[in-house]
């Protein structure tokens, strides 16, 4: 479904990603763990090519891009086989939840209006927005805007989604019902690649973890192997470090 083949990207004179390569099957749903600066989101962003790689190639569900040598409209196609989760939300403040999530229907497929607004009211109820649909971003809570924004990608109906650190953003009581809606949406079998720091979900939901350091992948495997039985000492480091406060400042 992705594949990821030597993916590099420099910012000026930092390395980010250091010849990175990922398989990822239809239906998996791969967390990425890792300390900051260890290049997790630039990675994402370089499957949709909102952060465009130096060098390798992408491939969404057999559609293959050299990031090197591709056009505009290569771009484009791409982008369709994906949707994207920020962690910062990115809806639009002027405009109403319904009509946030309608927006790509109505833009990018051309669905009419109406057909657009069925669907978008019933994606909405599947994350609990039902009676949210006239509310704009800023009469919603965080978490109410996080689940508006799942929708707003599943309604594309794309090949995989991908969810730059959800929850980031959220007050703490907020993150469970995010957290959530994303495993009844990992429930649908759709192909998910999530960057996040919440372990209870990575062993709940995930079917493979990844681990990152130094623009590089260091360690993978099921979440009962990473989580429970790490072989590299710096991914028992960091999980040491996330799941034991005292030991924060050995970081």
Same mark, same amino acid.
């Given at each position: 479904? $992705?594949?990821?083949?030597? @993916?590099? &990207?420099?910012?000026? &004179?930092?390395?980010?990603l250091k010849g990175v390569n990922l398989n990822i099957e239809k239906g998996e749903v791969v967390v990425i763990l890792g300390p900051s600066g260890s290049?997790? %989101?630039?990675?994402?962003?370089?499957?949709?090519?909102?952060?465009?790689?130096?060098?390798? =190639?992408? %491939?969404?569900?057999?559609?293959? !891009?050299?990031?090197k040598k591709h056009s505009k409209t290569q771009v484009i196609e791409l982008r369709r086989k994906t949707a994207m989760v920020f962690q910062n939300y990115?809806?639009?403040?002027? &405009?109403? @939840?319904?009509?946030?999530?309608?927006?790509?229907?109505?833009?990018?497929?051309?669905?009419?209006?109406?057909?657009?607004?069925?669907? =978008?009211?019933?994606?909405?109820?599947?994350?609990?927005?039902?009676?949210?649909?006239?509310?704009?971003?800023?009469?919603?809570?965080?978490?109410?805007?996080?689940?508006?924004?799942? #929708?707003?990608?599943?309604?594309?109906?794309?090949?995989?989604?991908?969810?730059?650190?959800? %929850?980031? #953003?959220?007050?703490?009581? !907020? $993150?469970?019902? $995010?957290?959530? /809606? @994303?495993?009844?949406?990992?429930?649908?079998?759709? %192909?998910?690649?999530?960057?996040?720091?919440?372990? =209870?979900? #990575?062993?709940?939901?995930?079917?493979?973890?990844?681990?990152?350091?130094?623009?590089?992948?260091?360690?993978?495997? &099921? *979440?009962?192997?990473?989580?429970?039985?790490?072989?590299? *000492?710096?991914?028992?480091?960091?999980?040491?470090?996330? /799941?034991? *406060?005292? #030991?924060?400042?050995?970081?």
């Open positions: 479904m $992705v594949e990821l083949n030597n @993916i590099h &990207k420099s910012f000026g &004179k930092n390395h980010i290049g997790k %989101t630039t990675l994402l962003r370089t499957v949709n090519f909102l952060d465009s790689a130096d060098d390798g =190639s992408v %491939t969404v569900n057999g559609f293959c !891009l050299d990031c990115n809806l639009f403040q002027n &405009k109403t @939840i319904l009509e946030n999530v309608m927006e790509g229907l109505v833009t990018v497929k051309k669905i009419a209006k109406a057909d657009a607004e069925k669907m =978008s009211r019933d994606i909405l109820a599947k994350v609990g927005l039902s009676e949210r649909c006239d509310f704009y971003p800023s009469q919603l809570s965080g978490g109410q805007q996080q689940r508006a924004g799942i #929708a707003r990608a599943l309604i594309l109906d794309p090949d995989v989604i991908l969810f730059d650190e959800p %929850t980031s #953003a959220l007050d703490p009581e !907020l $993150v469970g019902e $995010v957290l959530n /809606t @994303i495993k009844t949406v990992a429930q649908t079998g759709i %192909t998910m690649i999530v960057v996040t720091h919440e372990i =209870s979900f #990575a062993r709940e939901v995930a079917s493979r973890i990844i681990f990152m350091e130094g623009g590089s992948i260091v360690e993978e495997g &099921k *979440p009962s192997e990473i989580l429970v039985n790490p072989k590299e *000492p710096r991914t028992q480091q960091f999980l040491k470090r996330i /799941t034991d *406060p005292q #030991a924060a400042g050995e970081e």
